[in-house]
């Protein structure tokens, strides 16, 4: 038996009257559309519901099934202790999903208290399962959960899940339905969580409009900048659904869509059309193509880069001589050098040198490329299969020079900061710091020195060589 439903509902709290006291009155369209899905749900009166949400327990490598008897949750952190939701897990399924993910070679847990205890939590309903199911409940109880939460890896994994999903559904012949949760961007006005930002609206005009054709390719291949800049947690619920609708023909119905709070709600059904080829192969195609093209136009800087970390965690093995592409001026001059990475346009890891520790440009890249993937402690080492989904950058850095505050200017300086042997830096012209005192806040910070302790200011400038 396939899926029966697939649905995209966002879960702002204030949604539910108990929390909004009356400001749910402003998003009253969200609310009329959640309810009639809570209707559509109770007509197909499934056995289990399967919630895909960004706010459960996160990894950042790997899946997280919830796995106990049953799961509670609360609003009280919203200040509403007693809504609340009490669900039996569909552990089978749940296992059914866990073990394919383990043959098909997708990172996921399975989530119990006793795993949990080492990270001082414990299962439980995360408001992105609850707010949803809050309008489901409202008509329909006869069901048990299976909870995922989904982890930051490439869309072309977090597709095939959703195919697992479905074929677990199949194997099992369980009578299910599929919700992503998820909000569209945090961006949509000044009074939002994150400011506004232009790629907020155009984000959620082209993530729905491409979800009512049933065109998976359009959202995959979504602008990665436009992604990042909007600040939404709903994309990826949405890249697992379309998976767990591989080899379907369908459209979206979109029901309404709000974005009252500087936050885009979008609520939508899906209705199959007819059987459709994979549309898994041309999927792949695309990443390949977009990631060997990305080689050959990346400039040396780059490049060398990239092949420097692949070589390493294909090989183990550092690269031992410079390729041919490698320029005069990288192999002769002495420059300190940061590489970042990226992935899906977000901080991936960054390892860099405010003045040289090598030979040359060439040599410092090879060495921070590595560091960079490996050893940046803000994230986990970066595996041979996520390389393809990472966008390199090197900044070569003018040598410092003592600068006063009234002589920087973030969007063409980076700024060093020094007090009493600590030091911060902060690269220029970053998204969202526009300020020098934004600027200096953050590399104080970084540096762990305090903002009325004496400390001495170093500008420098950075020559950026991107993939494109």
Same mark, same amino acid.
């Given at each position: 038996m396939s899926l029966k439903g697939y649905y995209l509902l966002p879960h702002p709290p204030i949604v539910l009257p108990e929390v909004g006291r009356g400001e749910e009155q402003k998003i009253k369209r969200t609310s009329e559309s959640m309810d009639a899905i809570g209707k559509d749900i109770a007509k197909k009166a499934p056995d289990t519901i399967i919630i895909v949400t960004p706010h459960g327990i996160m990894f950042q490598d790997a899946i997280v099934l919830s796995c106990e008897?049953?799961?509670?949750?609360?609003?009280?952190?919203?200040?509403?202790?007693?809504?609340?939701?009490?669900?039996?897990v569909q552990k089978k399924l749940t296992?059914?999903?866990?073990?394919?993910?383990?043959?098909?070679?997708?990172?996921?847990?399975?989530?119990?208290n006793q795993l949990m205890k080492k990270y001082n939590t414990s299962v439980a309903i995360d408001h992105g399962t609850l707010v949803p199911l809050y309008f489901v409940s409202k008509h329909y109880n006869n069901y048990k959960l299976v909870h995922i939460t989904y982890a930051p890896l490439g869309d072309i994994e977090l597709y095939r899940l959703g195919i697992i999903i479905n074929k677990a559904v199949e194997e099992l012949n369980e009578n299910a339905v599929f919700i992503a949760s998820g909000d569209l961007s945090h961006r949509l006005s000044e009074e939002g969580p994150y400011g506004y930002?232009?790629?907020?609206?155009?984000?959620?005009?082209?993530?729905?409009?491409?979800?009512?054709?049933?065109?998976?390719?359009?959202?995959?291949?979504?602008?990665?900048?436009?992604?990042? =800049? +909007?600040? !939404?947690? *709903?994309?990826?619920?949405?890249?697992?659904?379309?998976?767990?609708?591989?080899?379907?023909?369908?459209?979206?119905?979109l029901l309404s869509y709000e974005g009252t709070f500087g936050v885009g709600y979008g609520i939508m059904k899906f209705n199959t059309l007819s059987e459709d080829t994979s549309r898994l192969f041309d999927l792949e195609t695309?990443?390949?193509?977009?990631?060997?093209?990305?080689?050959?136009?990346?400039?040396?800087?780059?490049?060398?880069?990239?092949?420097?970390l692949t070589t390493y965690l294909k090989t183990g093995n550092e690269l031992n001589s410079l390729p041919e592409y490698v320029t005069e001026e990288m192999k002769k001059e002495k420059r300190g050098v940061f590489v970042s990475l990226k992935k899906n346009g977000e901080l991936r890891g960054c390892i860099g040198t405010i003045f040289p520790v090598t030979e040359?440009?060439?040599?410092?890249?090879?060495? =921070? +490329?590595? !560091?960079? *993937?490996?050893?940046?402690?803000r994230?986990?080492?970066?595996?041979?299969?996520?390389?393809?989904?990472?966008?390199?950058?090197?900044?070569?850095?003018?040598?410092?020079?003592?600068?006063?505050?009234?002589?920087?200017?973030?969007?063409?300086?980076?700024?060093?900061?020094?007090?009493?042997?600590?030091?911060?830096?902060?690269?220029?012209d970053l998204e969202g710091i526009d300020t020098v005192e934004e600027q200096l806040s953050i590399a104080l910070d970084k540096a762990d020195i305090r903002p009325d302790e004496d400390y001495s200011i170093q500008k420098f400038k950075v020559i950026r060589h991107r993939e494109e």
């Open positions: 008897n049953e799961m509670s949750g609360s609003m009280k952190k919203f200040g509403v202790p007693d809504v609340s939701l009490k669900l039996p296992q059914k999903i866990y073990d394919l993910a383990q043959t098909e070679g997708i990172p996921a847990l399975l989530a119990t930002h232009p790629s907020g609206e155009k984000f959620d005009k082209e993530f729905l409009e491409a979800l009512q054709e049933g065109d998976v390719k359009r959202v995959f291949c979504m602008d990665k900048n436009v992604i990042c =800049n +909007a600040e !939404e947690c *709903g994309r990826r619920s949405a890249a697992v659904m379309l998976g767990a609708l591989e080899g379907k023909k369908f459209k979206g119905e695309i990443r390949k193509e977009a990631y060997e093209n990305k080689i050959q136009n990346s400039d040396p800087y780059v490049r060398l880069a990239r092949e420097s040359s440009i060439a040599l410092e890249i090879l060495h =921070n +490329a590595i !560091e960079a *993937g490996t050893n940046d402690p994230f986990y080492e970066v595996d041979f299969q996520e390389i393809m989904d990472i966008d390199f950058s090197v900044d070569v850095l003018t040598a410092p020079e003592p600068a006063q505050k009234d002589e920087l200017n973030p969007a063409e300086y980076g700024v060093i900061v020094r007090s009493k042997g600590k030091t911060g830096l902060l690269l220029p």
